[in-house]
């Protein structure tokens, strides 16, 4: 072969290209056999699936079908008892602290709960990773802050305080620390949690311009089905530790599976507590062992 004059240091330069080429049809994220137990008592029950290279997988299920428990096991927070996470093709469930740091540079994370620190401007909670994971100089920190907010529809706000913020402008205060990295990867639990719909709504937008203007791979746990059929390129239903139903997010919609039509059509009009009730009533008695 003749030399090409490419650069030998594979080592170095951003993995991102690895999604603008033809190679980019293996999954990112690959979860094969999952189980997590809390205490004893296991909430996932094997589980085994795919993100693809730059897909929203939107994973849905009732209140404590073990949506969130199964994202924090993909991004390294919980430790499964058995099975397999692959990222980018690294094992993170035996991969060292080094390693781990590496991949936790190319993921993002916007987590229910996980809110911006109150004693800091919201410019500089954005600014965080970026002083934690790289040696920028501040000017250029700077400039990276305010273009991350621009991103999220947050300009002119890097010095406000969090407390300043509404809930959706929390949100999007959120959206753009995760993405201070440019992640190839982002999680989002419960984006839209505790937002009125219009806010919710604009939420929605965000994340779909977010997919456009980016070739991100993105995996978002709702349980606000008009926003996961809104944003998921494919859907998983959990109920209870259990994969119901995994597909494109119009197959899951048009699906005639009883479970699944169950399940869309009746929490569109019931309340969380209905639908724990009644998930329970129609899973008894499947997949017990
Ligand atoms: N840290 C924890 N310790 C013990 N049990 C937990 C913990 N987190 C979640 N659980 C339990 O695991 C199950 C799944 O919870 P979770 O993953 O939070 O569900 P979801 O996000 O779908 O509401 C629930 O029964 C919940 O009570
Ligand atoms: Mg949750």
Do not use: W
């Amino acid at each position: 072969m003749a030399a090409s004059g490419a650069p030998n240091s594979i080592t170095s330069g951003p993995v991102t290209s690895v999604t603008s080429g033809s190679i980019a049809s293996g999954p990112i994220i690959s979860a094969t056999d999952l189980r997590v137990s809390y205490g004893g008592r296991e909430v996932l029950h094997g589980l085994t699936f795919d993100v693809r290279h730059g897909e929203t997988l939107v994973i849905i299920g009732g209140s404590g079908s073990g949506k969130s428990t199964m994202l924090r096991t993909l991004v390294g927070l919980e430790k499964p008892s058995s099975g397999q996470v692959r990222i980018a093709g690294v094992d993170i469930t035996k991969a060292g602290a080094r390693e781990m740091d590496s991949i936790r540079k190319r993921i993002g994370l916007a987590f229910q709960g996980g809110a911006l620190i109150g004693s800091l401007s919201v410019g500089a909670n954005i600014a965080l990773p970026l002083l934690e994971h790289t040696r920028l100089e501040r000017s250029t920190i700077e400039v990276m802050v305010r273009i991350k907010l621009e991103q999220v529809g947050l300009s002119g706000f890097e010095n406000y305080n969090p407390s300043q913020l509404s809930g959706g402008m929390k949100k999007r205060a959120a959206f753009a620390r995760a993405m201070a990295l440019d992640p190839e990867i982002l999680f989002f639990d419960e984006p839209s949690a505790g937002l009125d719909p219009i806010t919710a709504a604009g939420i929605d937008d965000l994340i779909l311009s977010l997919k456009k203007a980016y070739s991100l791979s993105m995996v978002v746990v709702t349980h606000e089905l008009a926003s996961a059929f809104l944003i998921a390129d494919r859907i998983v239903l959990i109920d209870r530790g259990n994969i119901v139903a995994m597909g494109p997010a119009e197959e899951v919609r048009n699906s005639r599976q009883p479970r699944v039509r169950q399940f869309l059509d009746r929490v569109a009009d019931s309340t969380q507590d209905d639908e724990v009730d009644h998930l329970r009533m129609f899973t008894e008695g499947i997949g017990k062992d």
